[in-house]
């Protein structure tokens, strides 16, 4: 659980004519993480080709992803017809959808010409076309200003003038008739009011264009349908075919990540070692034991590089794996690392209970969280419920300790008043928080003599422990139980910052000070916690002040225990979710965690 699953460098050989064999084999047990093969490393081997069908493949692959999405075709699929059958079927359907897209097209393009026909504000003039034009002696200006005009030409003693103005939404349509000698004159006017000119077809027939956009519509609409009854009668096949293909695909590619010879080809990549054999019987059944499955073994020298290249695939029961999602966000582990997940999902419940600490708020989140469950099933979406409903049954559990509902005090003497024994829970919070950073470094020391042997794991890890030790002796003589306190503490201190410059240079003495910050960082749990009791005695007070006046003020005391309480949950569970997670980030992961490994994805059935 502490460990990825264990992973072996395998190498797979054999002839071309059994490649495809393999291809098939190796896709069906869906265990090979495939290592890209580098002409550089083999001169002797080319890149591997694809096969033939694919190309095939793709161009269908591309056709039948475009109708999907076009169709908004989702869920699962169906495939139960042969390859040849499901071309040429899906020909017939692409043929069908082509050419009523077509005719959609042209449809909507017609329909946008009408509307805008219908929406020139010359219409609004309701007049008859023929008199706006074919003037010797006038000049007509149509179009649209931003405000009424007319008056303006009254108050201007432009008299010879003749306007026919109509509202025209946000603008207004005009047709200004002209003496022709004084066009010019009225062209500051025009410009004045934002004149745009507009022009106007002299065969129009605005009723006519309503008729003609009503059977473009009907005609949208009716195509339309026609999609949707070919997406109802073909969905299952579409999607059924598009995995089908995928696959394929996939296939017919995966030689590109080979390397090959005119003759024979090589794939080399990671298998869980547990599954080695199971791969190794396998292939060499498929292939009529014509290829060699050999698992690579590397000189003392590099064992230790070629595992930190080795994909992850972390390794823990059901209960654990909702808090990979927590790890995830920060990073995978590398292969040799530890993996930190079963230690989270130890003490992330504790420190959110810790910090909740409320028997009726866990029972309402509790219910809560799982109701959500059901609503939301996305993989990611389950794995915080599942980490918040676990968390909640450990605020029920802090609840009892501390002894609260609700805000409320329910048990006489508790075994911790938090909002009362304040030196306690500081106490115990340091305490936590003491312990915690220690597992780190005890990981931390672990995981560098793994890497890089014993005095660095000494010098960079077991002296902050050392370092512990020594303000401590400092501290039992200060508080008179050890006589030789401060002498052995100095001495334990001295050589703890010496192992750490040793180890790090001036960067581990200038992170000295990050072990009394990492450690009161903890007091958060104490401090959200006091917070959230503090806003439930608050509102429990004014509760009882509405209750006590009677009558209509017991609705409004009921509103502020709902409204109160449910805003210091929300508050509650953001705040102890969110100091959980940056105390595992922050305080711990930093101890022992580098991160960054790759994650274990095999060639296979299962990824689709």
């Known amino acids: 659980m502490l460990k990825a699953r264990e992973m072996s460098h395998i190498r797979i050989s054999g002839p071309k004519s059994r490649q495809k064999d393999v291809v098939n084999r190796l896709y069906e047990l869906d265990l090979l993480h495939l290592i890209n093969f580098k002409k550089e490393e083999q001169g002797f081997l080319d890149i591997g080709i694809p096969f033939p069908e694919g190309d095939t493949y793709s161009s269908e692959l591309v056709k039948l992803r475009g109708l999907i999405s076009y169709l ?40 946008e010409s009408l509307t805008n026909s219908l929406g020139n504000p010359l219409l609004k003039l309701e007049t008859r076309y023929d008199l706006l034009e074919g003037y010797k002696s006038v000049e007509v200006f149509k179009g649209t200003v931003k405000a009424p005009i007319k008056e303006e030409l009254a108050r201007r003693g432009l008299r010879d003038c003749h306007i026919i103005e109509k509202n025209a939404g946000s603008e207004y349509a005009i047709a ?74 996939e296939k017919a590619e995966i030689p590109l990540r080979f390397g090959a010879s005119k003759n024979a080809f090589v794939a080399s990549g990671w298998v869980p070692t547990d599954s080695f054999e199971e791969l190794q019987k396998a292939i060499a059944k498929s292939a009529n034991n ?41 990073s995978l582990p590398k292969y040799m690392e530890v993996d930190p997940t079963v230690l989270m999902a130890f003490t992330f419940p504790l420190f959110f209970g810790f910090m909740l600490g409320d028997i009726g708020y866990g029972i309402v989140t509790t219910v809560l969280f799982f109701l959500l469950k059901r609503f939301f099933k996305s993989k990611d979406m389950q794995a915080i419920l599942n980490i918040l409903l676990i968390a909640s049954i450990s605020s029920i559990f802090f609840g009892f300790v501390f002894g609260e509902f609700f805000g409320l005090e329910i048990f006489e003497h508790p075994l911790i008043n938090r909002a009362h024994d ?41 002296s902050w422990l050392i370092l512990e030790l020594g303000i401590a002796f400092i501290g039992l003589q200060m508080l008179g139980l050890f006589e030789f306190g401060t002498i052995i503490g100095a001495i334990l201190a001295l050589a703890a910052v010496l192992m750490l410059y040793l180890a790090e240079g001036p960067k581990g003495i200038i992170e000295l000070p990050s072990l009394l910050s990492n450690t009161l960082s903890y007091l958060r749990l104490f401090g959200i916690g006091l917070s959230s009791v503090i806003l439930a005695v608050i509102i429990n007070k004014f509760a009882n002040i509405f209750m006590a006046m009677g009558g209509f003020y017991i609705i409004g005391a009921i509103l502020v225990l709902l409204v109160g309480h449910g805003l210091n949950i929300f508050l509650g569970v953001l705040g102890s979710f969110i100091q959980s997670v940056r105390l595992h980030y922050v305080e711990f992961f930093t101890k022992f965690f580098e991160g960054g490994g790759m994650p274990y994805s095999p060639f296979g059935k299962k990824g689709l």
């Open 72 to 111: 908004k075709i989702s869920g699962k699929g169906n495939f139960n017809i042969n390859l040849g059958q499901a071309s040429r079927k899906l020909l017939d359907v692409y043929a069908n959808f082509e050419d009523n897209a077509k005719r959609l097209d042209e449809l909507k393009k017609e329909r």
């Open 176 to 249: 200004l008739f002209v003496p022709r000698k004084k066009a010019n004159d009225i062209l500051p006017l025009l410009k004045e009011f934002n004149f745009k000119e507009r022009r106007l077809d002299f065969n129009i027939d605005q009723n006519q264009l309503v008729r003609k956009l009503q059977q473009a519509n009907e005609e949208i609409n009716k195509v339309e349908n026609g999609f949707k009854k070919l997406s109802a009668e073909n969905a299952e096949f579409l999607l059924g075919y598009e995995k089908k293909l995928s696959e394929l695909s």
């Open 290 to 330: 014509l290829t060699y499955v050999e698992e690579i073994k590397h000189a003392e020298g590099h064992n230790h590089e070629e595992e930190e290249q080795a994909p992850v695939a972390l390794n823990n029961p059901g209960i654990v794996k909702p808090y990979e999602f927590l790890l995830d966000l920060y």
């Open 422 to 462: 304040i030196p306690t829970m500081m106490m115990i919070t340091m305490i936590v928080g003491l312990i915690h950073l220690n597992v780190g470094f005890i990981i931390g020391f672990y995981n560098v003599l793994k890497h890089h042997g014993l005095v660095k794991a000494v010098q960079e890890k077991l």
